[in-house]
């Protein structure tokens, strides 16, 4: 699936934003500021930011399924090839080198 | 003339009835709150008890029906995979109101879980409630960091070179897990092998049961 | 700001995952069933709830059962659009209390 406004393609490199700011967040804190992949888009959704306040949500943003090696995101994580998959929305995310 | 919804009546509830003056502080307010919200034509009776109908008619039941016939049908496996929703509907499950359907599919080589660290979203259209412990701050704190930790206590032990993939579902996305077919179950009848399908084997922290539960 | 108290994925300490499931009382039935009411209504929208349960006090938020914490941001959430008042809600509960009695 894919969505003609969307920033990220499968499989480029992100980054999630290291941001701390008050609201109606659905980006997890231990997944902020680690890097990893697209592995899917999955389309554009109302934002929950503005949905939590009362707002209508509007304008759609895109959400990605974004992967993370274990490895990548805790200190200690013994099992190589596990990953973590986060849904997390474009305006979190910033190209990664 | 006003009816009184305090008091025992024909339960449209089918729980473990409380005597309400036991009920905690905030449980009580429950009550007080149909009340009004009845009162002042918010909502009806009718509204209510749909709702706790609609629940009531969802179980693991209409996963373990989705799964075995993915497993029996390659053709529909991946319809399921491709459009689940739309996968669902031929069985004739409603999983319309979920906004987004993912099916997550189980190999030899890859084990999927689901979590929900921000709260405790679930496919519930298919799967009807979450169990309580899903719901647990201990499986919301660990399954992203140590899911093969959490695996381990349902009795599942993936080797090193399986891939253990969780799922945080932060957003729209509903996931359900299909779990690999078991071993020398070729033989087995339909109605056998949903029995092999538990809810915890679609939410991945176990696999499906290797063999009939007597 | 910090993370909410929520917000707990990764957090360390957590121990055994406790397998054990409790048989709903009437009265969890029933705040289930008016939570989606209200959202099939579209009296409330589910992020609303979510974040009335964030902005909860977090010792709140720790110490009530899983619908004890929907109760108390249903009611938050009819309370803040001004469909319910708090007052209101504890006449209300009075009335029914007498009528509960004890034993």
């Known amino acids: 699936m894919s969505a003609s406004r969307a920033k990220f393609k499968a499989g480029d490199r992100v980054q999630v934003r290291f941001e701390d700011r008050p609201g109606h967040i659905r980006t997890p804190w231990y997944i902020r500021g680690k890097t990893g992949w697209v592995e899917r888009i999955h389309g554009e959704f109302l934002n929950p930011e503005s949905l939590g306040h009362g707002g209508d949500g509007l304008p759609k943003k895109v959400l990605y399924l974004v992967a993370f090696q274990q490895g990548d995101v805790w200190q200690r994580y013994a099992a190589k090839r596990d990953k973590l998959l986060v849904d997390i929305f474009e305006h979190w995310l910033e190209p990664a080198n | ?214 | 700001m910090a993370r909410g108290h929520h917000d707990i994925g990764g957090l360390s300490g957590a121990g055994p995952i406790d397998q054990s499931q409790h048989e709903l009382s009437d009265w969890e039935i029933l705040a289930d069933a008016i939570n989606q009411a209200l959202g099939a209504k579209g009296i409330r929208r589910t992020d609303e709830l979510r974040r009335v349960r964030e902005e909860m006090e977090s010792g709140a938020y720790h110490d009530m059962s899983y619908y004890e914490r929907w109760i108390a941001s249903m009611e938050t959430i009819l309370i803040e659009k001004k469909i319910l008042t708090r007052d209101e809600i504890d006449r209300k509960l009075a009335e029914f209390e007498k009528k509960w009695g004890e034993p």
């Open chain 2, 1 to 214: 003339m006003s009816v009184d919804h305090s008091v025992d009546q024909p339960n449209d509830a089918h729980g473990h009835e409380h005597p309400k003056h036991e009920l905690s502080a905030v449980a009580r307010r429950v009550y007080a709150i149909r009340e009004l919200l009845l009162e002042k034509g918010l909502l009806t009776e009718h509204d209510i008890r749909c709702q706790i109908e609609y629940q009531e008619a969802r179980s693991p039941a209409n996963g373990a029906k989705i799964v075995t016939r993915a497993w029996i049908d390659p053709a529909y496996k991946s319809r399921l995979i491709a459009d689940p929703k739309a996968a669902c509907l031929e069985l004739g499950i409603d999983a319309t109101s979920i906004n987004e359907f993912v099916v997550l599919e189980n190999t030899e080589k890859v084990r999927h879980m689901v979590v929900c660290t921000l709260c405790s979203c679930y496919p519930r259209p298919i799967l009807g409630r979450p169990p309580d412990w899903y719901k647990s701050f201990n499986y919301r704190q660990r399954s992203v960091n140590d899911p093969r930790g959490v695996m381990r206590e349902f009795g599942l032990v993936p080797p090193d070179d399986v891939e253990v993939r969780v799922h945080d579902s932060t957003a729209d996305i509903r996931y359900l897990v299909l779990p690999l077919r078991p071993q020398g179950t070729e033989h087995l009848s339909v109605t056998e092998l949903e029995k092999l399908v538990t809810r915890d084997s679609m939410i991945g922290v176990m696999d499906a049961l290797p063999t009939v539960p007597k």
